[in-house]
């Protein structure tokens, strides 16, 4: 079968392979633009393969809020340069990605990569990702993704830094629909996340650091204060004193807020609340960063 150009450039447009490859491929297989695309995608993933244990400090983390404000989701795809990440076909992929974790209601990011793509069934989303590799000619890989779903009750907000390279979300809860709707509220969300993305904080308040992260900070303390040459009785105060102090910078409700530090986010979610007549409760954020765990 006479292998013509359009069905050259028609196999290159679907798999962003190059012009002599898609050539062979389509010589290899009669001729079979189906046959071919899975011929190049099978030589694709192998160069992807190879490409894995390549260095990936760049990337995206891409988003969406959907659900009325009550859903919202990220995903962090790492490739290799910056050059790659400004691509228009990787910001593509990692829109793909994101569209598909819309969908998704994945527990894990092992759970999320075994699923099928929901842009083509055929291939699981780690599938996808290794043909993604071979288009780029860089390796790509998915870190890291959050979703959250706060039901009607709640409000999810979203905030991406402009280059890309960091993304947050926040969920909270209100006392009704009509509060967690109001205006106020989808302000407050907005505020918070900026803020977790500014000031990385490591939990909404003291409940959710671990008693091992607790008991870790006093012993350092402790023996700060020994070292100090402070005398036995006043050890277990000041140790004390340091790990309240810890918790206040770490933990999301006791750190003056960004944008005003008279105030704190505890303070600025009170407000919030009156304004939109109910109460709201801050549930859990996630910060994802480039190059972060």
């Known amino acids: 079968m006479a292998i013509t150009a359009k069905d050259v450039s028609e196999l290159r447009q679907r798999t962003g392979a190059g012009m002599m490859d898609c050539k062979k491929a ?11 695309v899975e011929y190049l995608r099978k030589k694709g993933i192998a160069k992807a393969e190879k490409r894995a244990d390549r260095s990936t400090s760049e990337g ?3 988003g969406e809020i959907f659900n009325d404000g009550t859903s919202a989701a990220l995903v962090e ?9 400004r691509n228009e076909d990787f910001g593509k992929i990692v829109a793909s990605l994101v569209a598909h974790r819309v969908q998704s209601t994945a527990g894990d990011i092992e759970a999320f990569l075994a ?3 929901s842009s083509s069934p055929s291939e699981s989303v780690a599938e996808y990702v290794k043909a993604a590799a071979a288009k780029t000619g860089e390796a790509v890989n998915v870190k890291r993704t959050a979703r959250f779903d706060a039901g009607e009750s709640g409000q999810v907000g979203m905030y991406r ?3 890309g390279k960091l993304g947050t979300l926040v969920q909270i809860t209100a006392s009704s629909r009509e509060v967690a709707q109001h205006e106020a509220t989808k302000e407050l969300v907005k505020y918070i996340a900026e803020h977790v993305a500014a000031s990385a904080p490591i939990a909404v308040d003291r409940s959710g650091v671990s008693a091992e992260k607790l008991e870790s900070e006093k012993r350092v303390a402790e023996a700060q204060a020994r070292e100090a040459g402070k005398p036995d ?14 918790l206040k910078d770490v933990t ?7 944008r005003d530090a008279s105030i704190t986010i505890a303070q600025l979610v009170a407000d919030h609340a009156k304004k939109a007549g109910g109460t709201i409760t801050v549930d859990r954020f996630a910060r994802l960063q480039l190059g972060a765990e």
């Open 26 to 36: 389509l010589e290899e297989n009669n001729g079979d633009m189906n046959a071919a």
């Open 60 to 62: 995206i983390v891409g």
């Open 77 to 85: 795809v790492a490739c290799e340069t910056d050059f790659v990440a």
């Open 115 to 117: 699923e099928p793509m």
């Open 252 to 258: 999301l409700l006791p750190q003056a807020w960004v």
């Open 161 to 163: 830094h402009h280059n």
């Open 233 to 246: 009785a006043m050890i277990e105060k000041i140790a004390t004193g340091k790990v309240e102090a810890f």
